[in-house]
């Protein structure tokens, strides 16, 4: 027998829209899933056309009116012989929809049903509406962002999105859907994107429970600390990355820079002597161009590298040796460059094998997998039911 992907033969109803859920449902369809993306049949998903292309891929789509009787019976009918069903309403509103969990586990008692909020489906900002920067400065993440208090920054890569939402949510479908194949039920997954990007705070979690409080932006040892783990500007406007955290790597960083006098102070204890070394890097990183910082410190085992630009590191040899750049030609959007899925294992290799689909682009052949007749199917386009 041919491989299967791992996730072959699961089927998923992706009800969201924009980042996170699309995101999980994105690296559930790059594993084998079969995923269904279900939009309405007004706005439907509203990202920008090539967003749309990057988290799509691999994925039909559907559009149904859930608030037409029949646009919900035919949903109805996808639900029962679904294996996950990912939705991100504000509570309550999957309910009155008619598609809550409780609805749904009636007719399809091993469901795995994940809801992704900002805040969860309990609690006192349950129904509060909210964004990554909102989510991050709740969860005290946002105040670890930036260089120091006066200067800060935002990540591009949204953390509360894709790493407390999209992936934590990935987590507990996966284990549920596991737990689902030995006992023949499935579970509700109630996902809320502030609790992940909270629950993967330890580096200041940890300061926290040593010192009792963390440290502003840019002090603590991973964010700017330590003179041996951070980012030096170059001459010409560019960075370094110094993770020299370990003696053996400052030991050759400071042999490189024909600085032997430094590696006494490593990781030093007293905070002024830090501030003091950091600032002679700082002058030393200013005399170059990255380009030469780059050549001294090519394959020599000392933890410096070079902060890259998306489009550098897109070109990088170590990405292309791992086959982790796509460059691909949407029908409708255009040249899409996308990274491949990051997960590799035995027995499997990953493949684009559908480009993101366009909004409603496999209704009739979804709806006929589902026992439905052309004639009904007409029928309900005809009644703005599905699109």
């Known amino acids: 027998m041919t491989d299967q992907p791992p996730l072959h033969g699961i089927r998923v109803l992706d009800l969201t829209r924009l980042l996170p859920g699309p995101v999980c ?12 993306k279900v939009e309405d049949t007004g706005a439907g998903d509203y990202v920008p056309p090539i967003l749309r292309a990057l988290i799509n891929r691999n994925k039909r789509a559907i559009r149904i009116n859930l608030k037409q009787p029949a646009g919900l019976d035919a949903f109805l009918r996808l639900a029962r012989d ?22 749904l586990a009636q007719i399809n008692p091993k469901l795995v049903y994940c809801s ?17 920067l909102n989510y991050c ?23 509360a999105d894709l790493m407390g939402g999209s992936l934590t949510a990935m987590m507990g479908i996966q284990a549920a859907l596991f737990d689902a194949a030995r006992s023949g039920r499935g579970r ?11 629950a993967h705070a330890v580096m200041p979690l940890a300061t926290l429970g040593t010192h009792g409080h963390t440290y502003p932006a840019g002090g603590d040892t991973l964010s700017g600390g330590l003179p041996c783990y951070g980012l030096y500007r170059t001459r010409d406007n560019r960075f370094m990355a110094v993770g020299a955290l370990e003696r053996k790597f400052w030991d050759r960083f400071c042999d490189l820079i ?10 030093s204890p007293d905070p002024a002597i830090n501030r003091a070394v950091h600032a002679e890097l700082t002058t030393l990183f200013a005399s170059q161009d990255q380009a030469a910082w780059n050549e001294r410190f090519r394959d020599n085992d000392c933890c410096v590298t070079p902060v890259l630009k998306l489009e550098e590191a897109l070109q990088h040899e170590q990405f292309r040796a791992r086959d982790m750049v796509l460059e691909t030609e949407h029908p409708t959007y255009g040249p899409v460059t996308q990274a491949a899925c990051p997960v590799r294992m035995s027995r499997f290799q990953f493949t684009l094998h559908r480009h993101a689909p366009l909004p409603g682009e496999h209704t009739r052949d979804i709806l006929r997998e589902a026992g439905l007749p052309d004639a009904d199917i007409d029928a309900l386009h005809s009644a703005g039911a599905v699109r």
């Open 188 to 198: 509700y997954v109630d996902l809320a994107i502030s609790d992940g990007v909270l």
């Open 116 to 132: 992704i909020s900002g805040y969860g489906q309990t609690g006192p900002f349950r129904d509060a509406p909210g964004h990554d």
């Open 25 to 36: 449902s994105l690296h559930l369809a790059d594993l084998g899933a079969d995923v269904i």
């Open 82 to 103: 679904a294996d996950v069903l990912i939705e991100g309403f504000r509570p309550g509103v999957a309910e009155r929809l008619g598609v809550g969990y409780e609805a």
């Open 137 to 159: 400065g709740y969860a005290g993440v946002a105040d670890q962002i930036g260089f120091d208090a006066h200067s800060p920054a935002l990540s591009n890569v949204p953390l």
């Open 258 to 267: 024909e600085r032997p006098d430094l590696k006494a102070q490593h990781r």
